[in-house]
C-alpha cells in the first residue's frame, strides 16, 4: 500500500499544476485583457499584505487595459470578469437583468442563515417578494415620517457638542458618526429609541462597533477562506460576521415580537410584522436578516460617507462657505422633508459630488444567472460567452475616476453635478450599484446625511486640524479611513 503512496502524491500534485495552469490563462485563451497581476493572489495581493487599499488596485487595473470594454482579473486563481464600459454595464446588468439577478455568495445558509436570507444575499422570487415588503419603508409617505425621528437625533448629536465650552473642538469623526448613525438606523429598523452621544456605553453601540471591525485579522482570514475555498469554512460553520452580533440581533427582534402590540412607527420592522400578519411566510428570522444587514449599510457606510464629506468640507472652505449661504437662506423656516428635498441644490451636489470621489462601495458583484453573451463591438473583441456562476465586478470606484468620464476627477467639485452639466455624467455616475438590485435605501441614506449636515453646518464650521490626516485604509474592501479613524475640528461660527 506504502509504495502507492509517493504516486498517488504525484498524480494530486500533477492535476493540481495542470488545473492552475488552466485557471490562470482562463483570461488569455478567452482573448479577454487583463492588468499585471500577482499570480495565485491575483487582484487580492496588495489587499492581503496591505501593499495597496482595494481602491488603487481597481483603478491601476482599468486604466492598465486602456479603452477595453471589460478585462479579465483573478480573485486567487478564480477568474473574475470586471465591466468599464458604462453603456455595457447598463446593458447587461440593467436591462438585461434576469441574466445577472444575483450577488456571489458561497456561505451555505445552514451555517449563516442570518446572512444568506438578508435581501442583498437572496435571489430569484425569495429576494422579489422580500424587495417587495421593503420597498414601502423607503416609499416618500413613510421617509417623511422616518425624517422627525431622524431631525431629533440629529439636532442631539448637534447639541452634544454645542454644550462643550469651547470655540473649537477636536472631534474623532467616526466614532461620534457611528454613534448618531447607530441612533437613526435603530430607530428606522425597530423603532428603539437611542441616544448613543449621551449613554456612551449603551449595548446597540458596544454592538454595532463591531461592524466596523473590518481590519479584524479574524474576519479578513473567513473571508478570504471563502473566496478560495468556501467548502472548508462552511464545513467549520466559520461565519465573516461576529457570532455575538448576529445573536443580539435575534433577540432584539424576538423581544420585540414578543411585545402584545409591537407597534414600531413608521420602522421597518413594523412594516414586516404588518406582512406576517396579512399571511405572508416571513419568519424571525428573515426579520433579524434585514435588520442586521440594515445595521450594517446604515452604520458602515453612512458613518464613513459623512466623515468623506465633512473632510471634502475641511479641505474646500469655499464650498463650505457655499453650503453654509444655503442652508443660512432658509434658517427662519422650518426643516422639513420638502425643504430638503425640493431646495438646497447645492447640499444635495455636495453629497453627490462626495459619493463620486469617495464612493464608499468601491465596487459591486454579480453572478451570472442565465447564459449571456458579449457581442464584439471593437476591434479585437471576440463573441464572450457567460455561463452561470461565473463572476462579474462593476469597479465602481475606478469608473468615478477615469478622467474621460469625470474631467479632473481628483478636483472635488460638486458644480460638475449642476443642472447644465449634470447629463455628461448621469450615467456613469453609480455609487448606489444599478437596477435592479440598486441600493434599496439610497433616499433615506441621503436625506439622513443631509439633515446631519444642515444641523451641524448651523452652528459649526469644520476645519482641519493637526491631527487631520487623509489616509486611506489598505485592508478594507469598501472605502474607509486607516484605522477608523479621522480627526476633525468643529468651530462655532459664532462667538
Ligand atoms: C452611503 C450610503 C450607502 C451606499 C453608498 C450604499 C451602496 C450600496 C450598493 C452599491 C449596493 C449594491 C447595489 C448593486 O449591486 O447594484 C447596495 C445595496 C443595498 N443597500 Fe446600500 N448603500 C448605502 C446605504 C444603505 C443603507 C442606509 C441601507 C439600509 C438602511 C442600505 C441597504 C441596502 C440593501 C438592503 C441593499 C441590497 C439591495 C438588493 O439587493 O435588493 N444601504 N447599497
Known amino acids: ?32 485583457k487583463s492588468g499585471k497581476l500577482v499570480p ?36 486567487f486563481i478564480w477568474p473574475v470578469l470586471v ?16 441574466c445577472f439577478n444575483a450577488h456571489r455568495n458561497d456561505a451555505k445558509e445552514t451555517v449563516d442563515p442570518l446572512w444568506c436570507r438578508n435581501l442583498f444575499v437572496l435571489k430569484g422570487d425569495r429576494w422579489k417578494d422580500m424587495r417587495s415588503f421593503l420597498s414601502p419603508v423607503f416609499c416618500t409617505g413613510n421617509l417623511e415620517e422616518l425624517f422627525y425621528g431622524v431631525r431629533i437625533k440629529a439636532r ?9 465650552p469651547k470655540q473649537e473642538i477636536d472631534v474623532e469623526f467616526k466614532d461620534a458618526c457611528t454613534r448618531i448613525t447607530l441612533d437613526i438606523i435603530s430607530h428606522m429598523t425597530m ?4 441616544n448613543s452621544m449621551t449613554e456612551r456605553d449603551n449595548r446597540y453601540y458596544t454592538m454595532g462597533k463591531l461592524f466596523g471591525d473590518s481590519d479584524s485579522k479574524w474576519r479578513s482570514l473567513v473571508f478570504f477562506s471563502y473566496m478560495l475555498c468556501p467548502i472548508i469554512p462552511n464545513l467549520l460553520g466559520l461565519t465573516v460576521f461576529n457570532k455575538h452580533l448576529k445573536a443580539f440581533f435575534m433577540e432584539e427582534v424576538e423581544r420585540i415580537l414578543a411585545q402584545p402590540i409591537p407597534d414600531r412607527g413608521p420602522s421597518m420592522l413594523s412594516f414586516l410584522i404588518k406582512e406576517k400578519h396579512e399571511g405572508q411566510n416571513i419568519t424571525a428570522i428573515d426579520m433579524a436578516a434585514q435588520v442586521f444587514l440594515f445595521y450594517l449599510g446604515g452604520v458602515e457606510n453612512v458613518s464613513n460617507l459623512i466623515c468623506f ?13 457655499k453650503l453654509i449661504d444655503e442652508i443660512d437662506q432658509y434658517r427662519s423656516e422650518s426643516l422639513t422633508y420638502r425643504l430638503i428635498s425640493d431646495k438646497m441644490p447645492y447640499l444635495k451636489m455636495v453629497l453627490a459630488e462626495t459619493l463620486r470621489k469617495h464612493p464608499i462601495t468601491t465596487f459591486t458583484d454579480r453572478v451570472v444567472t442565465k447564459p449571456y453573451t458579449i457581442e464584439p463591438k471593437m476591434r479585437g473583441e471576440t463573441p464572450l460567452k457567460l455561463e452561470v456562476g461565473d463572476s462579474i465586478t462593476v469597479p465602481i470606484i475606478a469608473i468615478h475616476h477615469d478622467p474621460d468620464l469625470f474631467k479632473n476627477p481628483e478636483i472635488f467639485d460638486p458644480l460638475r453635478f449642476s443642472p447644465e452639466r449634470i447629463s455628461e455624467i448621469e450615467k456613469c455616475y453609480i455609487p448606489f450599484g444599478l437596477n435592479p438590485r440598486r441600493c ?27 491631527q487631520t490626516k487623509f489616509d486611506i485604509s489598505r485592508t478594507s474592501f469598501g472605502l474607509r479611513f486607516k484605522g477608523g479613524e479621522i480627526h476633525l475640528g468643529l468651530k462655532r461660527r459664532y462667538i
Open 1 to 32: 500500500m506504502a509504495r502507492y503512496v509517493p504516486k498517488v502524491f504525484a498524480l494530486i500534485t500533477i492535476y493540481a499544476l495542470f488545473k492552475f495552469i488552466r485557471l490562470s490563462t482562463y483570461w488569455s485563451r478567452r482573448k479577454v
Open 40 to 75: 495565485f493572489f491575483g487582484e487580492l495581493y496588495g489587499m492581503i499584505f496591505g501593499k495597496t487599499s482595494n481602491a488603487d488596485t481597481y483603478k491601476r487595473l482599468y486604466n492598465e487595459v486602456g479603452n477595453a470594454r471589460y478585462y479579465g482579473t483573478y480573485q
Open 83 to 98: 465591466l468599464k464600459c458604462p453603456v455595457l454595464i447598463k446593458t447587461m446588468l440593467d436591462k438585461s437583468s434576469v
Open 156 to 164: 442631539s448629536f448637534v447639541r452634544y457638542f454645542d454644550k462643550m
Open 191 to 194: 423603532g428603539v429609541d437611542v
Open 309 to 321: 464629506m465633512a473632510y471634502e468640507l475641511a479641505e474646500n472652505p469655499k464650498v463650505q462657505d
Open 440 to 466: 434599496i435605501a439610497q433616499h433615506f441614506a441621503e436625506l439622513e446625511v443631509k439633515i446631519i449636515f444642515i444641523e451641524l453646518l448651523k452652528i459649526f464650521n469644520i476645519v482641519k486640524i493637526p
